[in-house]
């Protein structure tokens, strides 16, 4: 039997290009960009939690997507990340809505539930 192909649950942005087309090019989906430093692997931890929240998500794929994004590649997001803390911005197209410091899932799944796009929006 041929392996399966795993779903991607999550993008790694490969510049501020491709942060900016990911952005723009879904007006109506919610993005959640953890935004972290290369060498801190804490900041990286939380990919398993993406998927779990997107598995519970019913048509996840069109309505939300999970952005990794190193800011040594990203200038615009230098701000964003001075520690080894890690940050989650939150976008609703191209516009900052949210951010939360640290690995406060509870606090991402409250703002996940309050603006991800509802199935009937689309």
């Not at 290009?17 to 919610?30: F, I, M, N, T, V």
């Not at 692997?41 to 997107?54: E, H, N, P, Q, V």
């Not at 800011?71 to 989650?88: E, G, M, R, T, Y």
Request: glycine share 4%; hydrophobic share 35%.
């Amino acid at each position: 039997m041929p392996p399966r192909n795993q779903k991607e649950y999550q993008v790694v942005v490969k510049d501020e290009e491709h942060l900016e087309s990911l952005l723009d090019s879904e007006p109506k989906k919610l993005s959640v960009v953890d935004v972290h430093l290369s060498w801190c692997g804490a900041c990286t931890l939380l990919g398993s939690t993406f998927r779990s929240i997107a598995l519970r998500i019913e048509e996840w794929e069109s309505r939300i997507q999970f952005l990794i994004a190193d800011v040594d590649k990203i200038a615009s997001l230098k701000d964003h990340q001075n520690s080894c803390k890690p940050k989650f911005l939150f976008y609703l197209g191209s516009k900052h809505i949210a951010t939360v410091e640290g690995a406060n899932v509870p606090e991402i799944n409250t703002l996940i539930n309050k603006h991800i796009p509802s199935l009937e929006s689309d």
